[in-house]
């Protein structure tokens, strides 16, 4: 039984090995043709507890780390926060064709008009 990453998009994927009772994590990095695929073995409660508490942590480390960053680009670099946060979401969204320097600099409006949206929506 596999159980499938959020939207299956994700670069992982848990299964259960019926015969040795265990969890299997494999996770894909790269892009093809150098893609390469590790997997890990979870024998048990104890451990697949151990790998939820150290995958939360880097993951609330990283958002620290985030802020920190946004932080400090907003007060020694000089950049309006929410312009930030604008690119940081159109960095995030693969249908985004505004450069990040043109939302950074407010550019995006004037020079950069949204694409047009399909009729019916």
């Not at 939207?7 to 996770?27: I, S």
């Not at 400090?72 to 946060?85: I, K, N, S």
């Amino acid at each position: 039984m596999t159980v499938p990453a959020a939207g299956d998009q994700l670069p992982f994927r848990v299964a259960f090995d019926h015969e040795r009772k265990e969890l299997v994590l494999m996770m894909t990095f790269g892009v093809e043709p150098r893609q390469r695929v590790t997997s890990q073995l979870i024998a048990g409660a104890e451990a697949a507890a151990v790998q939820i508490a150290l995958n939360r942590h880097e993951a609330r480390m990283r958002t620290h780390l985030a802020d920190a960053i946004a932080e400090a680009t907003a007060r020694f670099l000089g950049v309006d926060p929410q312009r930030l946060e604008a690119a940081v979401a159109a960095l995030s969204d693969p249908t985004s064709t505004v450069p990040v320097g043109a939302i950074l600099s407010g550019e995006r409006a004037a020079h950069h008009p949204a694409p047009p949206r399909p009729s019916g929506l």
